[in-house]
């Protein structure tokens, strides 16, 4: 084993600054990637997030949004009163938004409020 390693895989320590509580389960954005809480992760506290390249999640989705099995998703940090939530890609970014950091396992459609989503960390695309 090299002396560098430093951990396996795509699951990271993550330090919650966001303000508010993160409930196992629920999608964070990390810089330019996507991951998905392992644990509960109070304010301020470090917990296990993953951003395994190829993990399949089930995460929220905006309803109105319409896509097809393999199209790059838009995680829309706005949507879903401000705990974000997956739109399709032709939807307009806005500040924050990352596009590109998952990929629809299964089509979307209209109504639907979940969606499930495969992790593809490093193609994704922050809007300034």
Known sequence: MAKNLV????????????????VSGQVIKVGHTIGVALVDIATNATGSVDCTPGRVFTA???SAAVFVAGEKLLWDVSANSGAGAFDD??????????????????PGTNTETTCTVMLTPGNATLTA
């Open 7 to 22: 951990q396996d895989g795509g699951i990271i320590a993550w330090t919650n600054v966001s303000g508010a509580n993160v």
């Open 89 to 106: 890609s032709a939807a307009t970014p806005a500040t924050g938004d990352l596009l590109g950091a998952v990929v629809a396992v299964l």
């Open 60 to 62: 929220p989705k905006v």
